[in-house]
């Protein structure tokens, strides 16, 4: 089976806090994918990553991908209100459009 | 530049019926795939059309279906539903459907099954 397992699943925290989001698989993927839902919308893309060690910068937000291309994570530097929402990763084999996601981490940024 | 529309945005449905669902891409996108989101499977992949043909299959029963036309829209069929359907159905559209281009998602038909 093919999973994506991501932490932590709820993250509450203060304005201005620093914090990392963690997507890990036993499985090499082609590229992963950093998307952004809000409650009654679909998830809108942040970031594709796609080499082994990469790491992409998007404002106050960090996206690494793992060497052997397994593993990601997000890190997102003092944090705003504006950031609330479900954070989900991603994966691609490159099998045509085929998307094996995480389950969500719903972080809520409290000012 | 217009984003990917999804008809209806909620629809309520009665356990054994049928229902439809329409996606319309983003102009010049080729791909298009289907996933369900819910509260405790997250979101699954379906399947995905790509110059009307079905080009990957997710592991859903045959009561899910699909098609894509020459304009590139695309229809979701789910037949003799179930309480288990409700779900967000969400679609997607691509360029080629290839991971390296990123996908834009629809914000989604919510189906209640009652």
């Known amino acids: 089976t093919q999973l994506l397992e991501q932490s932590p699943q709820f993250l509450s925290i203060q304005e201005g806090e620093n914090l990392t989001v963690y997507c890990n698989s036993s499985s090499v993927f082609s590229s992963l994918q950093w998307y952004r839902q809000e409650p009654g919308e679909g998830p809108v893309l942040l970031v594709t990553?796609?080499?082994?060690?990469e790491v992409k910068k998007l404002k106050r937000l960090t996206f690494q991908f793992g060497d052997a291309r397994k593993d990601s994570s997000l890190h997102i530097t003092a944090a705003q209100p504006g950031d609330t929402g479900l954070y989900l990763c991603a994966g691609s084999y490159n099998q045509g459009g085929k998307l094996i996601f995480g389950q969500g981490t719903e972080l809520s940024v409290k000012p | 530049k217009a984003g990917v529309t999804q008809t209806p945005r909620y629809l309520i449905k009665t356990r054994g019926q049928q229902v439809t669902l329409s996606c319309s891409p983003i102009s010049g996108h080729r791909s298009v795939s289907w996933y369900q989101q819910t509260p405790g499977q997250g979101l699954q992949f379906l399947f995905e059309y790509f110059s009307e043909t079905q080009r990957n299959k997710g592991n859903f029963p045959g009561r899910f279906s699909g098609r894509q036309f020459s304009n590139s829209r695309s229809e979701m069929n789910v037949s003799t539903l179930e309480l288990g359907d409700s779900a967000l159905y969400l679609c997607a559209s691509s360029v080629t459907g290839g991971s390296f281009y990123g996908y834009t998602f629809g914000s989604g038909t919510r189906l209640t099954v009652v």
């Open positions: 990553v796609v080499t082994g060690g």
